[in-house]
């Protein structure tokens, strides 16, 4: 498999930003993944590597329409041949473009598994989620082995929906994994569907899930979907705005679109950079 990256892209750069992925030892232009594939009926394990700026090739583990999944993940099945040219309009977007090498979203496998990893991790440490659904990946996923390394894929809605105990959360929690599986089995959070809507029909369809609120819509529809022109409004990237554009206060709507106008038609793009670079000035700090 391979496939044509449109615009600058870095992967061992996004990973050392993003992480988390599998890698074969040594090797940080090659990454492994492992996940459900939309439709449901098979899991996969996708191994991308960069072999040169414009192109990834890989090889998959299960049907073949997880390679087009994993590009999604990494924000490579979108247009990128424009990016640059934001920063070329916004002298902040700019500088941090060539800081951060164009770095695009990461997203989760699919929109059912951001909506797993949030209802998994509400009210306990990122790391602790994170711990959680790689048990869940070991002890019900499917195991896949691929470029010397093993990949377990997290369970597919049809396995959640019989796992009735998990041990590190509660019973409520259970039940709202087992509404986000039925939603997945019925359509309601495929990738292309989330896509195709308008974001706020989009936002409210999510919200109708157990357990989810304003704040997870807009992470599983942003994050999860992938939209590539929309502006997720985030703490972070409301406060790195102001601190990257100088302004006075928490950034108003005016202030917001007039920033935002010239990161058309990337603003999720750029306001990933602004989060990112927010995230490390406080680290920091």
């Known amino acids: 498999m391979d496939a044509h990256i449109t615009g600058p892209y870095d992967l061992a750069r996004q990973n050392e930003y993003f992480g988390g992925w599998i890698q074969p030892a040594g090797d940080d232009r090659t990454i492994v993944m492992a996940f459900p594939v939309e439709g449901w009926t098979h899991s996969a394990a996708v191994l991308l590597r960069q072999t040169a700026p414009d192109r990834v090739e890989g090889e998959v583990r299960g049907p073949e329409e997880a390679w087009r999944q994993a590009l999604a993940v990494l924000s490579l099945d979108a247009d990128g041949s424009g990016y640059p040219q934001v920063g070329e309009r916004d002298p902040v977007i700019g500088a941090l473009q060539r800081q951060h090498a164009h770095l695009r979203p990461v997203l989760f496998h699919s929109p059912y598994e951001a909506a797993c990893a949030f209802i998994v991790a509400h009210r306990m440490r990122i790391e602790q989620g994170r711990a959680i659904r790689q048990r869940m990946a070991r002890e019900h996923g499917e195991a896949f082995e691929i470029g010397g390394v093993t990949a377990h894929a997290f369970p597919s809605p049809q396995r959640l929906l019989r796992i009735t105990e998990v041990p590190g959360i509660d019973g409520e929690k259970v039940r709202r994994l087992h509404g986000v599986a039925e939603a997945a089995l019925d359509g309601r ?53 102001r601190r990257r554009y100088d302004l006075p206060a928490a950034p108003t709507g005016e202030d917001i679109a007039r920033v935002t106008d010239a990161w058309r038609p990337y603003r999720m793009w750029c306001s990933v950079l602004i989060h990112a670079a927010e995230r490390r000035a406080r680290a920091a700090a």
């Open 189 to 241: 959070l495929d990738r292309a569907r989330l896509r195709s809507l308008p974001v706020p029909q989009a936002l409210a369809d999510v919200r109708r899930l157990r357990g989810v609120g304003d704040f997870f819509a807009t992470a599983i529809v942003m994050r999860g979907a992938g939209l590539v022109d929309a502006l997720p409004g985030d703490e972070m990237t409301m406060s790195g705005m």
